[in-house]
């Protein structure tokens, strides 16, 4: 692997999911808990191979050690898919959602 393995998969730092949200999109309960996922699998993976956040100068060296390379592309991933994840709830909230007194109960 070329580049440096992304880090900071995080919860998407927002407020909790509230009913309302779940209404609109109720695939946001199941991606909420996935990021939260993500994020602990990065702590997990970064803890077992600290040297993949890099030296000084952010350079990852594997040494040839094909599992370290691997939680690297898992790392890499991970970020990604969580990046696609924000995405999606940014376009969940820019369209069109409920609001409270919308309910017809």
């Known amino acids: 692997m070329s580049r440096a393995p992304r880090s900071g998969v995080r919860p998407h730092g927002g407020e909790p999911l509230t ?50 390379q691997r939680a690297a592309e898992l790392i890499d991933r991970a970020f990604d898919l969580s990046w696609a994840v924000r995405r999606y709830r940014a376009a969940i909230a820019n369209s069109a959602t409920l609001r409270d007194d919308d309910f017809p109960f």
Not at 20 to 36: G, K, R, S, W, Y
Request: charged letters at 15%; proline letters at 4%; aromatic letters at 0%.
């Open 19 to 68: 009913l309302t949200d779940i209404l609109n999109a109720p695939e946001l309960a199941v991606l909420d808990v996935l990021v939260h996922v993500l994020h602990v699998a990065n702590v997990a993976l970064i803890a077992q191979h600290p040297h993949l956040l890099g030296d000084e100068h952010g350079r990852v060296c594997h040494d040839g050690d094909s599992i370290a």
